[in-house]
């Protein structure tokens, strides 16, 4: 046990870090809060890194007390905090862009800049929240750890009564009478336990152990207290230079129980050994040399706090034999102070592992240099290397002692030696040896580890990347002679490093891919055998499944996504860390537009989440997230029914959260505006009115950047529902509130889409209205605002303006250009962006027309009618879309003079008319609307007037009597009113 002021230092330490890093956490995402908005993906991971910080620091206070004298967790969370810092600095800059007073052309510079920079600030965000979760995985773990250790020491006075006379480790489960005739105790003792606990075979093992090694640690402080050592003359095994071996640790039960037979043995016969020195009979340096044989078969069981007792009096025992006989007793000395140094670094003391590791380099330059010394020296530097890493030292300072570690194996010949393996005959597949040469081999190779490590970190990645590969070739070369699980899980983390982004313009895709199949593999196989971590298979997955989509392999990166989640789906712990990267690898499918197998994959997110969502912190906000990840997939791929309804659960579950919680509000009035959204598309325009009207009623004097942001994009969504009613004074209204709103706060909003598209509306409720003049200048300004924040232009109602006002030349030059610039899409996967070629189809196809050129406006009125025939079915909006595509290829027919196709498309109309008044009489109503705004448009009416019929297939109706067609007020900006240097002097297009 600790003592109480180590323990107390440590909590100080511990809680001083915590405090520090939550601090630092909650100022990184205050910042992302003030972004613009293509930082956004950024701000979502700064705020679930707040989170997992925040977990951090529950979990710490309600465990402190077995987390205080766990020196690998303030290590943990200090690397956390500078990670942390280091990204937010990395932020500073483009925060500075996103929030600067430039305008104009510096301003879309920098916006430029700003966006070219994205995606290096939200890997480095990524990356910190994948170092959060790690973290948070330590606590965990020793949260684990800590309970059986609990029990141990409860169990603590048994170990004085401790009788090696009988072992009885055969049960798998040990009732208190096996303990009673293992431990040779009382029942008063036992009964000290809680009811109903068994202890397992393991536990039993690691008690008696405990007890034992107790015991040699008090016969040693006996010895020392008295001064008993004796001068001794060196034997013949230390006359010699120290020739170590190494052991790989156990994996398997057979092997274990190997070790642990051996363990008890050696045991029994070292503290016998000591009592006989204590009787004045063995010599020191005979115990010295066992101890620390002991102390390494406790290492390779992991029980490195009664490995670092036997280390520590191993060192103790040759410093006082180095006394007499220095140049013998030296070079074991340094073995010793090595052992002790890798004990510590193992249990977390990286301080008091680099004291130890500069000890042994200090001793060891003393010495003669053998072969054995040269040997030990290369050793202790990549070990150094590791410590100064640990501990926070310059980076410079570890890099040089890996790069004198490899060089020196490299000088001694390690690094062009063959793999010898296993002697013949040898029983190394009960235990592991490596003997003979290789395991010099494999220091050789772990230098190489930590110097491929420290070239990463300090960003020299091809350097890194050929160190990476020469320590993955000879972990294979040692891997085939050694079919040992530690040899082929380094072989597997050597083939995941490789897969790593940074490499990705040195290793093509394909070798990339290799690696990652192979790491699945290898984890796969190890996983059977040892029940080795899952996430090392679940890493793989993840890697394997980013770089398929990366190869634009969608159908194949599904298919290992959803090998990944069949097992988060299953996870007991660390389940939220993985639904993480899951969300990730859905949000890249969806970056690289395969949007149905990105809203397949986020699908199963949500089903795991909904599976469980109570083990997860702050469930209902995580599900939140999750749930908008998915509508937005979904909606990308024109799952409408899909996304309607998830946006009503993801409504109603924010709903509840900010009723308990009123400073919830930025998710919540996203939610609302994503529910009014969907509303409106699936043609539903008076829910949506309903769902924005919610988010209006809310005291609006609170909020910050980003609920304004939303709330604008909520006035845009009612004004556009009205819009479809057919009532445009609400409309302008509407307009004329989001107008007021974005002029009453310090913010400067009238830089955001949502602004652009609030003028928009307002140009299309101006032109349904006959004010031409007001809806160009509106739509010119709503052009403008989309070019600044690089989104598309919204071209085809300029067009459609231009040709109202009479304006034909530049109305068709603009609908040609607008087709040029939208006909990227034209081949996208998602119908969504496939709607804005068509929309800019169907504007040219008027202007074509309108210009004689029946030809190809026919061609183009065909294509678009084609495809809402085809999916205005998914999406009830675009209904509307395709009864004004089936009217304007029924009149062009006829006036081309072919009546028969012309009455064909009439007889079309006619029927979705009467199949929508029969099903979905709102949306029937909506097509009505929209029809009768397009047949009082100007350029409609000229188009007829130029081209009249003699037939009888296109005999319109009036207008359908009881809409509101009445603005009674302004509806543009005061900016942008008739005073403004925006109102249009002239009407050529290049001027835009």
Known sequence: MADPLSITLAAITLGTALKDLTELALKLHESFKKHAHNMRTAESLAADTVEIVQDIEKFYIARGDILDNLPDVRHAVARLSRDMQSVYDQCLPILHLANSPERGLRRALLKIEQWRNRKEVESNVRNLRDQANKCYRRFTRHTQLGTAVAIGELKASVSEGFSATTRQLSTLQVSDNNVLAFMGSTRAVLSTLPPDVILSKDLVFKLYVRGHVGKIDDILKNLASKHSYAVEEPDDWHSRPPNPCSVLPPRTSEAVDYVRDNTVTELIRVQQGLWNVEAGGNSIQKGAWALRKLAIDLMDLEMYSESLILCTWTVDLYKTLSKSHRDVYGPHLALAFFDLACTSYDTGDFAQAMVMTTECLSLLETCAPTFATEELMARALSYSAHSKCAIGEDSSASLQDADNSVAMFERLGVGQTAVIGPQQGGNYTTFGLLIGGDWLIYHYVYALDAQQELLYDSERYHEALDVGERALQVYRRLAQCYKHVDIESEVATHCHFLCNDVFRDVIPLSSALNYAQEAVQIWEEVHEITRADEEHILDSLATQTKILVEMGRPSDALTVFQKLER??????????????????????????????????????????????????????????????????????????????????????????????????????????????????????????????????????????????????????????????????????????????????????????????????????????????????????????????????????????????????????????????????????????????????????????????????????????????????????????????????????????????????????????????????????????????????????????????????????????????????????????????????????????
């Open 567 to 992: 097992r988060v789906r299953t996870m007991a712990t660390n389940q939220r860390m993985y639904i993480h990267k899951m969300q990730d690898l859905a949000s890249r499918l969806h970056s690289k537009k395969h949007y149905a197998e990105a809203a397949t994959a986020s699908r199963t997110i949500v089903e795991i989440c909904r599976q469980a969502p109570d083990s997860l912190s702050t469930s209902h906000r995580f599900l939140i997230n999750i749930l908008l990840d998915h509508i937005m997939h979904c909606h990308q791929a024109n799952y409408l029914s899909e996304a309607l309804i998830y946006s009503q659960e993801a409504l109603a579950v924010a709903g509840q959260e900010h009723l308990k919680d009123a400073a919830f509000i930025d998710q919540y009035l996203l939610c609302i505006n994503w529910a009014g959204y969907m509303s409106l598309e699936a043609g539903y325009p008076q829910q949506a009115i309903n769902q924005c009207q919610v988010a209006l009623n809310i005291d609006s004097s609170s909020f910050g950047y980003n609920a304004r942001k939303t709330i604008l994009w909520t006035i845009y969504r009612k004004a556009l529902a009205f819009l479809r009613l057919g009532r445009l004074s609400l409309a302008a209204a509407t307009i004329t509130e989001g107008y007021d709103f974005s002029e009453s706060t310090k913010h400067n909003l009238q830089a955001e889409d949502s602004y652009g598209w609030l003028l928009y509306v307002s140009a299309l409720v101006h032109r349904c209205a006959g004010k031409q003049d007001d809806a160009l200048t509106a739509i010119k300004a709503a052009i403008s605002t989309f070019e600044s924040c690089d989104r598309d232009r919204q071209s085809a109602t300029l067009s459609d303006v231009q040709a109202d006002m009479g304006y034909d030349a530049e109305g068709l030059c603009t609908a040609e250009e607008n087709v040029q610039l939208t006909e990227k899409y034209a081949s996208s996967s998602s119908p969504l962006d496939r709607n804005l070629y068509r929309t800019s189809q169907y504007s040219l196809c008027l202007r074509l027309f309108f210009n004689g050129e029946f030809t190809r406006a026919r061609q183009l009125i065909v294509e678009v009618r084609n495809f809402y025939e085809w999916h205005a079915h998914s999406r009830n909006k675009w209904f509307i879309y395709l009864a004004r595509a089936l009217r304007a290829e029924g009149i062009l027919e006829c006036a081309s003079d072919r009546h028969a196709e012309g009455a064909g498309a009439r007889t079309k109309l006619n029927e979705l008319q009467q199949r929508l008044r029969a099903t979905l009489p709102g949306v029937a109503d909506q097509v009505d609307v929209h029809l009768n705004y397009e047949r009082n448009y100007p350029a409609w009416k000229r188009l007829r007037e130029k081209y009249p019929l003699t037939c009888s297939h296109w005999v319109e109706e009036e207008a359908i009597t009881g809409q509101e067609y009445t603005i009674t007020h302004s509806i543009l900006p005061p900016s942008l009113h008739p005073t403004s240097s925006l109102t249009p002097g002239g009407h050529d297009s290049r001027n835009i």
